[in-house]
């Protein structure tokens, strides 16, 4: 499966963005789908995912700001992301995890998308 990340851009402290990413290839209804961001010279690290059946999890940071959702006929998954800090400053990736559930580590994933960069300005 190929994933596509975008959405990503330049945004004022305050603002939103929705991220989307598109897959290709296979149908990606029972996969997990985990959203990841590095920031420069910081290690990869969770954000968010869907797992088969909706549920969803986030990581503490973003919980109450993100929201991270799929949609089925179009075979893509969105991160959305509201009340933008400039700590949310980085290049967020897509996974998948085809056994459907997911975790926090990057190792649970089968597939990556190329990323894509979120700038948040003071």
């Known amino acids: 499966v190929q994933l596509q990340a975008s959405g990503g851009g330049l945004v004022q402290a305050g603002g939103s963005l929705r991220l989307s990413c598109a897959a290709s290839?296979?149908?990606?209804?029972?996969?997990?789908m985990g959203w990841f961001r590095q920031a420069p010279g910081k290690e990869r690290e969770y954000v968010a995912r869907?797992?088969?059946?909706?549920?969803?999890d986030y990581a503490d940071s973003v919980k109450g700001r993100f929201t991270v959702s799929r949609d089925s006929a179009k075979n893509t998954v969105y991160l959305q992301m509201l009340s933008l800090k400039p700590e949310d400053t980085a290049v967020y990736y897509c996974a998948a995890d085809v056994l459907g559930y997911g975790s926090r580590s990057v190792n649970s994933y089968d597939y990556w998308g190329q990323g894509t960069l979120v700038t948040v300005s003071s």
């Open positions: 290839g296979r149908t990606i209804d029972r996969y997990a």
């Open positions: 869907i797992m088969f059946g909706s549920g969803t």
